[in-house]
């Protein structure tokens, strides 16, 4: 019989760079401690938000700050929404609705994030034809990423409800007539101080 070969030494040997194993040794630290940061960081509330001064543009074109438009001790419940997204088609009936059942207690606002030069007629169309019963007013994309610092770019629709104290309730990233609808629903209820 003849030698055993071991079947490694055929392979060239790869070293790997010290400092690229001792990346791959602290990612997983980095991912876990990135995570936990995430996780502590207070959700944003109302008052924050309108501390911002940002402002914004009606659907007739006059611009206004913000803060105005949301009050002062109600709940609020801000949608961001665009007329090519097909979730906020199925989303935006079922906020024309509460709007009409809670309209008195709480402020809705669509926050719609298309660019007002070219959109205008567009978006004064989806109104109209979805028969939008609150304020809609194009916001730039400093009120997007000021709920999803560092974002690159837009995932909605994304509502965000806000009790009369201000404070977070629930925020829903995207929309399916089920699920969605129950999310929301037990939200409003909860700004409205029904638990």
Known sequence: MGKRQNINSQW????????????????????AVHSAARAQRTPPTLAEFKAEKIMVETVAGKRVELSKLLGQGKAVVLDFWATWCGPCRQEIPHLVALARQHGKEIIFLGLNLEDPAEKRAAVKSFIKEYAMNYQVVFAPAETYQFFNPGADGYRIPQT????????????????????????????????????
Not at 176 to 193: F, S
Request: with cysteine; glycine share 12%; proline share 9%.
């Open 12 to 31: 060239p040997k790869y070293r790997t760079p010290v400092g690229l194993r001792s990346l791959l040794l602290l990612l997983p630290i980095l991912c």
């Open 160 to 195: 965000i409800v806000f009790g009369p104290d201000g404070k977070l309730i629930k925020r829903l990233v995207g929309y399916n007539p089920g699920i969605g609808k129950e999310i929301l629903d037990k939200a409003v209820q909860q700004a409205l101080g029904n638990k």
